[in-house]
Nanobody, 134 residues
Framework: QVQLVESGGGSVQAGGSLRLSCAAYGLTYSINSINSVAWFRQALGKEREGVASIYTDGGGYTYYADSVKGRFTISQDNAKNTVYLQMNSLKPEDTAMYYC???????????????????????WGRGTRVTVSS
């Protein structure tokens, strides 16, 4: 069973930076249990949205929502079974609970680099809160 644990959230002023971490436990890459990790966020009163995703088996496939493109960077450290979300130039509208999620997705989805959808991801962390003040 894969468990995901997020960390790195906090409160910052607009223009600041945070780095979120998503550590995966119980991974068994030998059976290709997952090949995609995504970050979602949910602001108060809004639906959860996919912010970024990365294909963990290599190839450099990533996705970024337009709202974060150029400011957020998703990366991975396979040795640590950890995926990061570096968030720079934070804005008040980035305030939300951030969740990481993992799944095994089809290569067509990976190559298309389209927005991650909640229903595609079967492993979820509990979230870490990010608050950006103006």
């Amino acid at each position: 069973q894969v468990q995901l644990v997020e960390s790195g959230g906090g409160s910052v002023q607009a223009g600041g930076s945070l780095r979120l971490s998503c550590a995966a436990y119980g991974l068994t890459y030998s059976i290709n249990s997952i090949n995609s990790v995504a970050w979602f966020r949910q602001a108060l009163g809004k639906e959860r949205e996919g912010v970024a995703s990365i294909y963990t088996d290599g190839g450099g496939y990533t996705y970024y929502a337009d709202s974060v493109k150029g400011r957020f960077t998703i990366s991975q450290d396979n040795a640590k079974n950890t995926v990061y979300l570096q968030m720079n130039s934070l804005k008040p509208e980035d305030t939300a609970m951030y969740y990481c999620a993992a799944a095994f997705v089809s290569m067509s989805k990976v190559v298309a680099e389209t927005a991650p959808q909640e229903y595609e991801y079967n492993y979820w962390g509990r979230g870490t809160r990010v608050t950006v003040s103006s």
